[in-house]
């Protein structure tokens, strides 16, 4: 139930749009009876030529692998810093930081993205990828943060304590003792940051120029505000490509990212 | 942690949501206490391919001076949370008068743009975060008792939902329900009606809403719970089946308690996002039937010919963060209380 | 000898020094950053307009849905982020409001001697933009399935209303009929279409005070209830595209669709030949037994930015000129009613001249009337599904017109 949309979605992407979204009768689109009529057989790789050569898809591919790869690092790295000194703190203003974060991540994304606008204009740094990247970091750090955070108190105090007794400072101790230990929740809190950068559409939309875009948002542009013929399948196409690689990356690493989260043990 | 280590630690992370949240969130807020200054309009002559004929038409010039003096525009105080297109504060107290009764008041109150929103949103919100919290602890424990080789398969199908980006999930079943599309003939013949159509209907629409929430939404619990069980000690397991628990005991007094901080945690995420809900509303093209409070705010932003509404937008982000933290305080002080415990 | 080498050794460089900095259209440098809308006509504009890059000019245009949430920030900006935004009636109003397009009466007189006086957008004598398509909606008939019901072809709404029940009557469709009644910005069109067939008054002249809750617009929402009768009951999801699906499935026999969709109805991809034989684009129908068709017509055009240089300003208007150029339109003759001079119209602007020749009225380009606009695109759906009256559907329109215009300082 979960993956029939898909599988209906991976087979119409070889039909042509009289079929896929045939208003005469969805059954054309198992069949593939226009397809025949417009390309002399019943599977056609019309659409992905469509998106990956003419529209260029494979650049948005590359940047949306830029901005996941930098997304990824950034947050993981900045978050780790953050959520264990929030773990470690033992000061209340810690638990008030981590409830104004979640006051943070109550703000609807396109509110922000509007009021960047004006700012990123002037400044000229509008439309390029690293800025892309900055807002897609700051604006998932709450989930982050919090996340990272609870891995930490599984983390035993111990420890690192015992590190600062023979005389490291609190980064030494945080580089030599936790770092080891702390992947499993960082690969989990990487997982979900990978997601939220790979199908970002609300902030890549509104911040990246045309030829800047990443997959999501140029799926988007091909519907543009016309749907034209082709280019329906041509998003059709893309959709399949950019969904793909996420189904083969969890079926490899499904194994590691329960792991991940069971010696973490997030315990929240 | 001694306070100056601390803020070297989180400094990288804080500075960049303050930049980019707080500022912004602030910036929103004081937007939404201001009104644009009053327009000068003059009558011009505009001609276009069609002909010439006298409009109306700004004049630039004028209104950028009255601007230059006062950038912010006048302050409206919190006029713009009570008016029509927010709370409506006249409108409800004239309904109040005017009504005839529960129902009268009921339907005038939904005739106003922010209440339509708001009971699509709350009723989404609170349909949607049970069920996926339920359905993800039940395929999670379900998933747990499964062979061990059809884990795999199982985890991964189960994660599917939630992979899929929502704009591009909901356009993809939006084109399946449509009345020829395969799922929507299916139910029509299902249900031997030929005018079966789910976008027509607000009740059938709301309801598909919902359950293209909940399914995408169950993944994200289901991953979370599942790995939790991984953790669940099994001696106290044990001890309690030798004690003479039956399966659903076992549940109900030691799998449950244990999985708690992460029953909270995902509530807490579930609710925050689904009182946000709006790219499903666009990808299903449902807005004559149902809007939420975010996608009020998309409109007023959209500027689709309509000239942009920044207070609008500002005034309704500001009611969301409010509900937002309405709807958490149980959960907050749930919070509270553990931080409270663990650091003593 | 070694002197005329050198000479000549210099001369080639300096030819070649020149002959590297000038660029295709003549403009020597500068940087051309375009925003528009995404359809194909403003790509084929702007594919033409791009041959002008290369040698010392930098171009880089921005073709999105999202162009109108982006225009008025990126203009603002000092220096603006692009230095031609491509607009339509409507959306030229913010600039024009917020003064972030410059006067284009000198670059018209240096470089724009091939326009005709119709593409020229003036305000009070200052050229504000220049226009390149016209469009509008208007009626689509099946020509088979008229005849198989023995109906005359309808030339205003009534007649439609009687030609769909006849079609119905005889068992060929079950619904006919449909416009683009999507909630929103479609939806608001319909009805403000329909309310200028019936020659409504949309504000009360000289002011922003809304006039929609009268008898004219009372009748213009139940003209429109009544044809969503005929329509399929999804009709509060129907945009451009879904509308253009129906027909070419077959599903219609009449619709008012937009004129630009005429040319990929009728080509020969994702419809039967039977279709797209039998379809004809005619004027928009009239209403109420009025002489103005039932519809706005719509230009689209390109301006310039003010916050930008004096010569990337004239270097965008060469290009923009380059790309609205004869060869361009001979080129893509059926993407669009063009405006241009070289445009042959064909079987697929027929509905468009009719209906500016019938004496269709432009869409309004006033400040508030976006605004308004988006208060009917909201409101009318209630009425439409039959949850509220006529009148109350329009005092609601007023009332939320009336709030957001007292926000943005019109009243």
């Given at each position: 139930m979960a993956i029939f949309p898909f599988l209906w979605t991976l087979w119409g992407s070889f039909k042509v749009q009289g079929d896929f979204f045939s208003k005469a009768d969805w059954a054309n689109a198992v069949y593939g009876i226009r397809t025949l009529a417009e390309t002399g057989s019943t599977f056609t790789l019309n659409g992905y030529n469509n998106a990956w050569i003419e529209h260029e898809f494979w650049l948005s591919a590359i940047n949306t692998s830029i901005v996941v790869f930098f997304v990824v690092i950034i947050s993981l790295t900045i978050g780790t810093l953050g959520g264990y000194a929030l773990a470690r703190s033992g000061y209340r203003y810690a638990l008030w930081l981590l409830m104004l974060a979640l006051v943070f991540r109550a703000m609807p994304h396109i509110t922000l993205v509007s009021g960047y606008l004006l700012p990123f204009f002037q400044w000229n740094i509008w439309g390029h990828l690293p800025t892309t990247i900055i807002v897609l970091v700051a604006i998932n750090q709450p989930f982050t943060l919090w996340m990272l955070h609870s891995f930490f108190l599984n983390i035993p105090k111990e420890l690192d304590e015992s590190a600062l007794v023979d005389g490291c400072n609190r980064f030494q101790a945080f580089r030599h003792i936790i770092i080891p230990v702390m992947w499993p929740g960082v690969i989990t809190t990487g997982l979900f940051s990978f997601l939220l950068a790979y199908n970002d559409f609300a902030v890549t939309a509104m911040l990246l120029s045309q030829e800047n875009q990443t997959m999501v948002p140029k799926i988007a542009s091909f519907l543009g505000s016309t749907q034209q013929e082709g280019e329906v399948m041509s998003a059709v196409a893309a959709v399949v490509s950019t969904t793909l690689p996420l189904f083969v990356l969890v079926m490899f690493f499904q194994r590691q990212i329960v792991s991940g989260l069971t010696a973490g043990a997030v315990k929240g | 942690m001694p306070h100056r280590t601390f803020i070297f630690f989180i400094l990288p992370s804080l500075l960049s949501m303050i930049l980019l949240i707080a500022i912004p969130i602030f910036s929103a807020m004081t937007q939404s206490l201001f009104i644009a200054h009053k327009q000068v309009i003059r009558v011009s002559e505009t001609c276009d391919p069609f002909g010439c004929k006298k409009e109306t038409s700004v004049d630039a010039e004028a209104t950028a001076n009255l601007r230059e003096k006062e950038p912010l525009g006048i302050f409206n105080g919190f006029d713009t949370y009570t008016n029509r297109n927010h709370l409506a504060a006249a409108e409800i107290k004239t309904s109040w008068n005017v009504a005839t009764g529960w129902k009268d008041l009921f339907s005038r109150i939904m005739n106003l743009p922010f209440y339509k929103a708001l009971a699509f949103t709350i009723t989404y919100t609170f349909v949607v975060t049970p069920f996926v919290i339920i359905l993800g602890f039940l395929i999670a424990l379900g998933t747990n008792s499964l062979a061990s080789w059809l884990k795999g398969p199982t985890i991964f199908f189960s994660l599917l939902p939630m992979i899929v980006t929502p704009l591009i999930g909901s356009l993809i079943l939006f084109w399946m329900i449509d009345a020829d599309g395969i799922i929507g003939s299916t139910l029509q013949r299902i249900f031997k009606d030929n005018d079966l159509s789910l976008k027509a209907s607000p009740a059938l629409t709301w309801i598909m809403l919902i359950v293209y929430g909940i399914w995408h939404s169950t993944p994200f619990a289901f991953i979370v719970f599942y790995a939790g069980l991984q953790t669940v000690p099994q001696e106290t397991l044990e001890a309690s089946m030798l004690d003479g628990a039956s399966l659903w005991q076992q549940k109900r007094y030691v799998v449950i308690p244990y999985l708690m901080p992460l029953i909270i945690f995902v509530t807490l995420i579930q609710l925050m996002d689904n009182f946000r809900v709006f790219e499903p509303i666009v990808g299903f093209n449902a807005s004559a039937n149902a809007t939420s409070l975010s996608w009020i705010i998309f409109n007023d932003l959209r500027g689709e010919d309509a000239l942009q509404l920044f207070g609008s937008a500002a005034a309704t982000s500001m009611l969301t963060i409010i509900g937002v933290g309405i709807l958490l305080i149980p959960v907050l002080i749930m919070i509270w209380k553990e931080f409270n415990s663990k650091t003593v | 000898m070694k002197m005329l080498s050198k000479i000549t050794l210099t001369s080639t460089f300096m030819f070649l020094l020149v002959h590297a900095t000038y660029a295709a259209c003549g403009i020597t440098s500068g940087s051309i950053r375009i925003l528009a809308n995404d359809f194909p006509a403003i790509h084929a504009v702007l594919s033409a307009a791009e041959k002008c890059a290369g040698g010392g000019v930098t171009f880089t245009k921005n073709t999105t849905k999202e162009h109108r949430t982006l225009v008025v920030a990126g203009l603002t900006a000092n220096p603006a982020e692009f230095t031609s935004a491509v607009v339509a009636n409507s959306s030229i109003v913010p600039l024009l409001n917020e003064g972030l397009i410059r006067p284009l009466n000198d670059l018209v007189a240096k470089h724009g001697r091939g326009l005709k006086k119709n593409q020229l957008i003036t305000i009070n004598g200052k050229i504000m933009a220049v226009a390149f398509m016209a469009n509008a909606q208007h009626l689509f008939y099946r020509k088979d399935i008229l005849d198989k019901a023995s109906v005359g072809i309808p030339k205003s709404y009534e007649e439609i209303l009687s030609a769909a029940k006849a079609i119905r009557a005889k068992g060929i469709m079950e619904y006919p009929f449909a416009l683009n009644t999507k909630t929103g910005w479609n939806l608001g069109e319909e009805f403000i279409n329909m309310y200028m067939g019936y020659k409504g008054q949309l504000f009360k002249p000289g002011t922003a005070i809304a006039s929609v809750n009268n008898a004219k617009g009372v009748a213009a929402l139940k003209m429109i209830k009544s044809l969503t009768e005929y329509s399929n009951p999804d009709f509060l999801t129907f945009d451009s595209n879904a509308t253009?699906?129906?027909?070419?499935?077959?599903?219609?026999?009449?619709?008012?669709?937009?004129?630009?969709?005429?040319?990929?109805?009728?080509?020969?991809?994702?419809?039967?030949?039977?279709?797209?034989?039998?379809?004809?684009?005619?004027?928009?129908?009239?209403?109420?037994?009025?002489?103005?068709?039932?519809?706005?017509?719509?230009?689209?055009?390109?301006?310039?930015?003010?916050?930008?240089?004096?010569?990337?300003?004239?270097?965008?208007f060469i290009a923009m000129m380059n790309g609205i150029s004869t060869e361009m339109v001979k080129a893509n003759n059926n993407e669009a009613v063009w405006l241009i001079e070289g445009f042959v119209p064909g079987k697929a602007s027929a509905g468009v001249f009719a209906s500016a020749s019938a004496g269709a009225t432009p869409y309004p380009m006033l400040p508030y009337a976006g605004l308004l606009h988006s208060a009917l695109g909201s409101e009318l759906s209630e009425f439409l599904q039959g949850n509220e009256s006529a009148q109350q559907a329009l005092a609601d329109v007023e009332a939320a017109y009336t709030a957001s215009a007292k926000e943005k300082g019109f009243l």
């Open positions: - | - | 253009a699906a129906l027909w070419e499935a077959g599903k219609l026999g009449l619709a008012t669709m937009w004129g630009t969709r005429g040319g990929t109805i009728l080509d020969d991809k994702g419809s039967t030949s039977n279709i797209t034989s039998n379809t004809v684009l005619a004027s928009a129908p009239t209403v109420a037994g009025g002489s103005t068709p039932a519809t706005t017509l719509w230009w689209d055009g390109f301006t310039i930015a003010k916050n930008i240089s004096d010569k990337d300003a004239e270097a965008t």
